[in-house]
């Protein structure tokens, strides 16, 4: 890990939940309830919470939706048209 001299650089591969927040544009109270809940792995530094950047792509891969009728194929007709 980098560690800088200067206060005002931060390591950019850790983020704070604000920013985290701010990216994913959802509340700061979420951010935290996916830390809590295991979701989201962070660490705890000095009491505040840091997130990897890596393990924020992770969850962001993780969370992706896909639709249950792209991934499932219909048995039965297969005249069925999904609107």
Known sequence: MI?????????PRL????????YL???YRKVLDL??????????IGGQYRIQ???L???LKDSKFNS??????IK???NVNII
Request: zero cysteines; a negative charge.
């Open 3 to 11: 560690i800088s001299k200067e206060k005002d650089q931060e390591d």
């Open 15 to 22: 983020l704070t939940p604000t920013k985290v927040a701010k």
């Open 25 to 27: 544009s959802i509340n």
């Open 35 to 44: 830390i809590i809940m295991g979701k989201l792995p962070a660490y705890k």
């Open 53 to 55: 950047h890596e393990d």
């Open 57 to 59: 792509e992770q969850y």
């Open 68 to 73: 249950y009728f792209n991934n499932k194929q």
């Open 76 to 78: 039965g007709d297969e």
